[in-house]
């Protein structure tokens, strides 16, 4: 597996002119080398790869990536990078330019081997990461498959009385019983008005349940290092009419970009499909965020479902990505609705199984 994912940064090395890369940011190093420790540098060659790590990792950087060579760092870190190109005879090396800070920079041109040059770059190997290997799929599917039972076993507890963090905290506990590592971004549950929030967060003592209030809830499943997304609005007793139009536009978008959303398209025109439609429905100026975004080591990855996304930026074939619109009104509420897919040239897999029609999460709510 890492094999296949070194074969793919070696080539574009040779599009870039560089003889090594040098690997500093953590999720990247775990990508390529399936370390997984907080302390780790890899420097890849055409034929050679080493990774630098201390004395705390060193075994276990050799047990889960024994294709590397290993650098023990026994003083600072640009002296034991500085080794590991010595013993790689590197003379170009690319670096991730938005990982690596100014002083570590720095540090590295001074303590680097005589006729090293430096190049930065950026995103290369986040790019790569964007197109999902099948076993990387098959995590995702894992974790999405807990995440969906997970709400299945939570929703019933969501009734009038019970606080937006009291429900973060249930969620993830059962998350974990289900065998998640944990959830893959701290849990949204936002009641009421704080649903107009895309990115609101509980904290204790703060809102709780109230019939007729709207509950917004943000999460998914940790596996194996790879992060699951879903989102569902719900309401406590029988929606009203203003609920059900802004319900009804969230996810008539979601079924229009999901029919649609091929491999290939460009990421603004993903974005597009749903956010055309809210317009025609006058909620253009209520769905702020972008349409979706990858997943997989990291919560958000590329690609980018967005109108703000590159104007050469598609979406590449066999890319997980979220597909999430959302209406926001201040001082009413907020009906966000997530998806997250496989994509592929004929159109994509919805991997989320959570049923979605308004009627169905209608809370009952004991009162």
Excluded: C
């Amino acid at each position: 597996m890492t094999q296949r994912r070194l074969s793919a940064l070696r080539e574009r090395m040779r599009d870039l002119g560089v003889d090594t890369f040098l690997v500093t940011n953590a999720t990247n190093v775990r990508y390529l080398s399936s370390f997984t420790g907080s302390n780790g540098t890899l420097v890849i060659t055409d034929d050679a790869q080493f990774i630098v790590t201390d004395f705390r990792y060193f075994e276990q950087a050799a047990h889960e990536a024994p294709d590397f060579q290993m650098v023990r760092q026994t003083g600072g870190l640009p002296n034991a990078i500085a080794e590991a190109l010595q013993l790689a005879g590197s003379r170009r090396v690319a670096f991730e330019a938005d990982d690596v800070t100014v002083a570590l920079f720095d540090e590295l041109q001074r303590h680097a081997p005589q006729g090293v040059r430096f190049e930065p770059t950026r995103e290369v190997i986040i790019r790569l990461r964007a197109v999902k290997d099948a076993d990387e799929i098959e995590t995702l599917r894992r974790a999405q498959r807990i995440t969906d039972e997970a709400f299945e076993r939570w929703v019933a507890l969501v009734q009038p009385g019970i606080t937006e963090a009291e429900l973060a905290w249930k969620l993830e506990v059962i998350l974990r019983e289900l065998g998640a590592q944990g959830p893959s971004f701290d849990i949204i549950v936002a009641v009421g008005d704080h649903s107009a929030l895309p990115h609101y967060h509980p904290v204790p003592g703060d809102r709780a349940v109230r019939p007729n209030d709207i509950v917004l809830v943000d999460f998914g499943a940790l596996v194996d290092g790879y992060h699951a997304d879903m989102t569902r609005t719900l309401y406590v007793g029988d929606p009203d009419e203003r609920f059900r139009e802004v319900y009804n536009a969230v996810l008539e978008a979601l079924h229009h970009a999901e029919t649609h959303l091929r491999a290939g398209m460009s990421s603004r025109d993903a974005d597009a499909l749903a956010r055309d439609l809210l317009t025609a429905r006058g909620f253009g100026e209520a769905f702020g965020h972008s349409l979706g975004h990858g997943v997989g080591l990291e919560i958000h990855e590329f690609p980018r479902l967005s109108p703000r996304a590159a104007e050469d930026e598609i979406v590449p074939a066999r890319s997980v990505v979220t597909i999430e619109p959302g209406v926001y009104l201040p001082g009413w509420g907020g009906v966000r609705i997530e998806d997250l897919a496989v994509v592929h040239e004929d159109g994509v897999e919805i991997l989320t199984r959570s049923p979605k029609a308004v009627d169905f999460w209608k809370i009952h709510a004991a009162y």
